[in-house]
């Protein structure tokens, strides 16, 4: 149901207190996130999970499972998604606020003033992107392996999980991600299904052959039962005593073959139990319409208008609308639509992307820069092309995730979703575990030729940075700091002594 007043609901905290707690929450991420967007989700698991609380493992991998499944910018749906069934709309548009506008600003800033900007990156710079990407990879191993201990936790999902980790690492298409959500949902529904009824027929044949077996006109069971209560009287002083012997025992083999036990059962981070922020279908579905209806414009706009303002808005709103897999995706299209109609030039382009992945926040942060050269000229006209391409290209997943959330919380406690859901969550875990080689194998590609890729000391500072985390207790943000120290210290060793 809709809350009486969207802005301070029932049983929630003040609209002040949860914008305090946005603030405070979502401040330092937009300094930090360095990475791309795996690493985003290994961060936003750290701070929303382990550390604050504000969902479980099982909320967060449905919520992962919905931004894979949809189109637009991966981990800034997954950050605006969790703030939004936590505080409510202010809140979440707030949260990705934050989360966005320092790399928003840069590279911003950037594009107004690209006369001043260097098409080639200095040594030192790869050496310190090189050590903050290493960290990252420490990182979202770490974020694998808990998502994976408490969502993957028997043979079915484990399967599940290895195979949307190889087809992942294998094969690179837009289409890929939401076809193995797909996969694995309809694959644990079947699967729990079979399961279920073969389960049912085996009690089913139980109970007809119990009582079809009679002995002098008296069931064996009713026998059984008596002869049962004789020997528990008989009996029970001897149980009472091993009791206490055997009780640890049976624990220990609980769930022995989807290998749970106790040690990992502690692992699962508490939450703070708040209930999460609730909206009517109704107004979810009027999301879905308005992001329809401006989709429709958009197409229509791109096709017949002239004016190059509303020719960026609409362009930018149609690819935050149809692109899955967030940033690395979405690179090639806006090659397309903004380097082909000669909105910039091609080297224009390769100095914004090479900036970007240097950048704090979400890869579509590259909008404003290209937004900012697309109107370039005076008066602020950079500024309001960066706002365009900003706003029509965040606005698509934002609209969708609004949508989409009311129905996901109707839908998840039924039984046949929870089937569903086993599925979509170890497939998600997948990629993420997929993430890391695939961030690895980046580290490296990045070193130009005649440079020393350094792929030990690079495997160290993953070491460092998982153990700093996982054992150490040490704040991920403070990891992804060391990571960069180290890259600097790298150069400062290897490369600046000869020169380079």
């Known amino acids: 149901m809709l809350p009486s007043d969207p802005f301070n609901p029932p049983r929630l905290p003040s609209l002040y207190s949860r914008l305090r707690e946005v603030t405070v929450t979502y401040f330092p991420l937009g300094y930090i996130t360095f990475g791309g967007p795996n690493v985003h989700v290994a961060l936003l698991h750290e701070l929303l999970v382990v550390r604050k609380g504000w969902v479980d493992d099982e909320t967060f991998s449905e919520i992962f499972s919905l931004v894979q499944a949809l189109p637009g910018p991966t981990s800034t749906e997954l950050a605006y998604s969790i703030a939004l069934v936590r505080g409510g709309f202010l809140p ?33 710079a790869l050496r310190i992107e090189q050590g903050l990407a290493a960290a990252a990879v420490g990182l979202v191993a770490l974020a694998a392996h808990r998502l994976a201990t408490n ?35 309809s694959a644990s529904f079947a699967f729990d299904t079979i399961v279920e009824r073969r389960q049912a027929a085996a009690k089913r044949e139980e109970r007809e052959g119990e009582a079809e077996t009679v002995v002098n006109g008296v069931e064996l069971t009713e026998m059984e039962e008596e002869v049962g209560e004789e020997q528990a009287i008989s009996e029970e002083p001897a149980q009472n005593s091993t009791a206490t012997e055997n009780q640890p025992r049976r624990r220990a083999g609980e769930n022995e073959n989807d290998e749970v036990d106790e040690e990992k059962a502690e692992e699962q981070p508490e939450t703070d139990n708040r209930p999460m922020y609730t ?18 414009l958009s197409v229509v706009g791109r096709a017949y208008l002239k004016s190059r303002p509303l020719q960026i808005l609409s362009v930018f709103y149609v690819v935050g609308s149809i692109i899955f897999g ?60 960066a706002l365009l391409a900003y706003f029509g290209i965040f ?29 979509v969550n170890a497939c998600a875990i997948g990629l993420v575990f997929a993430a890391v080689w695939l961030l690895w194998t980046q580290i490296a590609e990045a070193v130009p030729e005649g440079l020393n890729p350094h792929d030990g000391f690079h495997l160290v500072v993953a070491a460092i940075a998982y153990v700093g985390v996982a054992f150490l207790k040490v704040p991920a943000p403070d990891v992804i700091v060391i990571g960069g120290a180290l890259g600097a210290l790298e150069w400062t060793v290897t490369d600046m002594l000869k020169g380079e």
């Open 92 to 124: 979440a548009l707030w949260g990705f606020l934050l989360w966005s506008m320092p790399g928003f600003i840069v590279m911003t800033s950037v594009g107004i003033g690209l006369s001043f900007v260097s098409s080639t990156t200095p040594t030192w």
């Open 151 to 185: 969502v993957a936790y028997d043979r079915a999902t484990k399967v599940l999980l290895l195979v949307s980790a190889g087809v992942a690492v294998c094969y690179d298409a837009p289409w890929l991600y939401p076809a193995l959500m797909v996969f694995g949902g």
């Open 279 to 296: 909206y009517s279908r109704g107004l979810g579905f009027v999301f879905l319409l308005v992001w329809v209806i401006l989709l429709v």
């Open 326 to 385: 967030g940033g690395p995706v979405v690179i090639p299209l806006l090659r397309g639509y903004t380097v082909d109609p000669g909105w910039l030039t091609e080297r224009e382009f390769l100095v914004g992307l090479a900036l970007i992945q240097s950048m704090p926040g979400p890869n579509f942060n590259f909008s404003g820069y290209l937004g900012a050269l697309a109107l370039r000229g005076a008066n602020g006209q950079g500024l309001a092309g």
């Open 395 to 423: 606005l698509p997943g934002l609209l969708l995730k609004n949508a989409v959330i009311p129905y996901w919380q109707w839908v998840r406690s039924e039984p046949f979703m929870r089937k569903v859901f086993r599925g």
